[in-house]
Nanobody, 121 residues
Framework: QVQLVESGGGLVQAGGSLRLSCAAS????????MGWYRQAPGKQRELVAT???????DYADSVKGRFTISRDNAKNTVYLQMNSLKPEDTAVYYCNAGVRNPGRSSYKDYWGQGTQVTVSS
């Protein structure tokens, strides 16, 4: 009963910026770690950035200094601010969250449907 919905993707020129959002809704008691992943055609899904429920962040080396992950716990939303975009950033971006449902003691992993980011030269 949990759904993650991404938004904010689109077409942008190299050097431009985009801000992705992912809102979780449904039967949610709490959310642990959240993250952004991306997948280009013919490639495996790869980690972009993660953020813990305490606000600690980690980034793939390829996006350090350019991307910033953040979260708004009151809105059950995670964001990815992407600056200085490069053509190699082109991919479908997916959000991920570990969600604890009411009445349960463990977290379950959920994925969004993905949003396309295309960076042109």
């Amino acid at each position: 009963q949990v759904q993650l919905v991404e938004s904010g993707g689109g077409l942008v020129q190299a050097g431009g910026s985009l801000r992705l959002s992912c809102a979780a809704s449904g039967s949610i008691f709490s959310i642990n770690n959240m993250g952004w992943y991306r997948q280009a055609p013919g490639k495996q899904r790869e980690l972009v950035a993660t953020i813990t429920n305490g606000g600690n962040t980690d980034y793939a080396d390829s996006v350090k200094g350019r991307f910033t992950i953040s979260r708004d716990n009151a809105k059950n939303t995670v964001y990815l601010q992407m600056n200085s975009l490069k053509p190699e950033d082109t991919a479908v971006y997916y959000c991920n969250a570990g969600v604890r449902n009411p009445g349960r003691s463990s977290y379950k992993d959920y994925w969004g449907q993905g949003t396309q980011v295309t960076v042109s030269s």
